[in-house]
């Protein structure tokens, strides 16, 4: 985005926004419909719409304590999703994402971030990889609809 001024991070408001939620998530991910969040799946995560100047344009959903697979785990942030839309894809707007993430993990604590993806996202495990993100493991059939592996990875992020 070029002349980019102002980028905001602002907490979702449930159950006010959660249509909101599952339009944006669809128009993100929507080749993958399995993948897609339910409004239960909205009403359980911490999320963060991506405001820059004014227009939504990403989305950021995260979960507290647990692991990729939803096992507890104290001390880990979990990236469930990281949208942009697809008209602003490709515009280092991932990366100031991804930046927010890890500093929002610091400044609350957590030890650790882990975040996966399709295992055909090369952007995104690329974007994970730049900012140190290591690859924890290889999940097959994680995803449905086409069926894909998963690649966790993960960053420690400070003490736990």
Request: glycine share 8%.
């Amino acid at each position: 985005m070029t002349g980019q001024t102002n980028i905001e991070f602002r907490r979702t408001i449930l159950p006010d926004e959660v249509e909101a939620l599952c339009d944006f998530d669809r128009q993100v991910f929507g080749a993958y419909p399995d993948d897609l969040f339910s409004p239960e799946d909205w009403a359980e995560l911490e999320s963060y719409w991506v405001i820059v100047n004014g227009k939504t344009i990403g989305c950021i959903a995260l979960k507290r304590n647990v692991d990729y697979d939803e096992e507890p785990r104290q001390g880990s942030l979990y990236i469930e999703s990281t949208g942009v839309l697809p008209e602003y894809q490709r515009q280092g707007l991932g990366a100031k994402m991804k930046r927010w993430q890890i500093e929002y993990a610091k400044k609350h604590g957590f030890g650790i971030t882990v975040t996966n993806a399709r295992q055909s996202n090369a952007a995104s495990i690329a974007l994970n990889t730049q900012f140190g993100f290591r690859t924890r493991e290889i999940v097959p059939h994680y995803y449905s609809d086409p069926d894909e592996s998963a690649v966790v990875m993960e960053l420690e992020t400070g003490a736990i």
